[in-house]
């Protein structure tokens, strides 16, 4: 699988924009970009996914590069329950469905 | 949205004895399951790949011996740790691929915690 890259850690205030990046340089062009977040002791929970275009849900925005070697998702206002540990995922194409889960970022909302 | 549930949510058991956790998505069918672990401040660690009716796919280093896993239906699969020993204390998540359509979703199950004494 196509590897990806986020920062560690990043920090946010509450009710403020949060974008957190993430490189996949490697990325083929049969990957989906997926994210998912973790908040503690809890399995994880689906976000959003993108293929070429930007996305939008209820949850957030993923916007995807023109040369979709990177991506941001985007929370647009942050709350405290948003604090959690956000994954940036490559899925291969084809029937293949399994995620390889990196170390992603932890999110620390500030009230 | 879709909810995964697990059973038991959290289980202690002696070193030497073997422990059934069971995952069920409750209001879809799920064409396949997967089974991860993940350890204290570590990511998760795909274990193996269900599908319903037909035997699992382990990752590599993934004693299927000893992680029995079965998916004997498109709503329940079940991980069962054979002669647990406390390395294999840990935190098993399952998720779940929706039939149909694309099914790029996984919908995580809350996650059992494991502790071997």
Redesign the interface.
């Known amino acids: 699988d196509a590897k990806t890259t986020q920062p560690n850690s990043m920090e946010s205030n509450e009710e403020e924009p949060v974008h957190l990046p993430c490189n996949h340089s490697t990325i083929s062009g049969t990957d989906y970009i997926h994210w998912y977040r973790q908040l503690p002791s809890q399995g994880p929970e689906y976000v959003i996914h993108g293929l070429t275009s930007n996305v939008n849900n209820r949850m957030a925005s993923l916007a995807i590069a023109e040369d979709r070697k990177s991506s941001t998702l985007i929370l647009h206002r942050a709350t405290l329950r948003d604090a959690a540990v956000y994954y940036c995922i490559l899925r291969g194409g084809g029937s293949n469905y399994k995620l390889t889960f990196g170390k992603g970022t932890l999110l620390t909302v500030n009230p | 949205g879709a909810v995964?549930s697990?059973h038991p949510s959290r289980v202690i058991c002696k070193s030497g004895t073997s422990v059934k956790i069971e995952c069920r998505s409750l209001d879809f069918q799920a064409t396949?399951m997967?089974w991860?672990r993940q350890f204290p401040k570590q990511?998760?660690?795909?274990m193996a790949?269900s599908n319903e009716g037909s035997k699992a796919t382990y990752e590599q280093g993934v004693e299927k011996d000893k992680f029995l896993i079965n998916h004997a239906s498109l709503t329940l699969s079940t991980l069962t740790v054979t002669s647990a020993h406390p390395e294999d204390s840990s935190?098993y998540?399952?998720?779940a691929?929706a039939s149909g359509g694309v099914?790029?979703?996984?919908?995580?199950?809350?996650?059992t915690?494991l502790l071997v004494l």
């Open positions: 995964v697990q396949t997967f991860y990511s998760l660690m795909l790949t935190f998540i399952c998720s691929r099914g790029e979703t996984q919908y995580f199950g809350p996650g915690r």
